[in-house]
T-cell receptor, first 114, second 111 residues
Framework: GAVVSQHPSRVICKSGTSVKIECRSL??????MFWYRQFPKQSLMLMAT?????????EQGVEKDKFLINHASLTLSTLTVTSAHPEDSSFYIC??????????FGPGTRLLVL | QKEVEQDPGPLSVPEGAIVSLNCTYS??????FMWYRQYSRKGPELLMY????GNKEDGRFTAQVDKSSKYISLFIRDSQPSDSATYLC???????????FGSGTQLTVLP
């Protein structure tokens, strides 16, 4: 149980385009999902907390107009990187929180902006 | 000071060794503690979850929490090359929705 999926697993796009990443909890409902970014050999950096039915909460320094988050249902949150630039290239990971305190992570999405 | 401190390593051990991974935390409100394992280019995988102080064992893995000293440990017995990964500790409290992660320790088990 507690499986989280992400799609796509890898995406390459041109600078200036927008990219949408989906995060799904497959066998549980998650009122809260989290989006992280991870650069090579670095730890997870929390970007935002996604709340079902309400606006996401962004961490300091994360541009909410650039990283659009939608948590439309109890099993789906999406992260859209708008007008992506090469510096946005990173590994994006979501996690979902069931009613317990733990978080379960998705497999990650590798974004490369050319 | 970070709320959760973790030695980044890297740590290299021979196959079969006992591995000790450690974290310290500063927030007294933290009540639950986790260890995640992350292979290269993959999402973190939950290994152990502990609530409050004490030990928890699962196969070759033992998690220890000492709330008096704010110390979190993960022991791996009979380490295998497949244990080579980055290990992240994480802590949280009931009032906080999000976990606070350590920076991760990179472990290599040599065959």
């Amino acid at each position: 149980g507690a499986v989280v999926s992400q799609h796509p697993s890898r995406v390459i796009c041109k600078s200036g385009t927008s990219v949408k990443i989906e995060c799904r909890s497959l066998d549980f409902q998650a009122t809260t999902m989290f989006w992280y970014r991870q650069f090579p050999k670095q730890s997870l950096m929390l970007m935002a907390t996604s709340n079902e039915g309400s606006k996401a909460t962004y961490e300091q320094g994360v541009e909410k107009d650039k990283f659009l988050i939608n948590h439309a249902s109890l099993t789906l949150s999406t992260l859209t990187v708008t007008s992506a630039h090469p510096e946005d290239s990173s590994f994006y990971i979501c996690s979902a929180r069931p009613v317990q305190e733990t978080q379960y992570f998705g497999p990650g999405t590798r974004l490369l902006v050319l | 000071q970070k709320e959760v401190e973790q030695d980044p390593g890297p740590l290299s051990v021979p196959e079969g060794a006992i591995v000790s991974l450690n974290c310290t935390y500063s927030n007294s409100a933290f009540q639950y503690f986790m260890w995640y394992r992350q292979y290269s280019r993959k999402g973190p995988e939950l290994l152990m979850y502990t609530y409050s102080s004490g030990n928890k064992e699962d196969g070759r893995f033992t998690a220890q929490v000492d709330k008096s000293s704010k110390y979190i440990s993960l022991f791996i017995r009979d380490s295998q090359p497949s244990d080579s990964a980055t290990y992240l500790c994480a802590s949280g409290s009931g009032s906080a929705r999000q976990l606070t992660f350590g920076s991760g320790t990179q472990l290599t088990v040599l065959p």
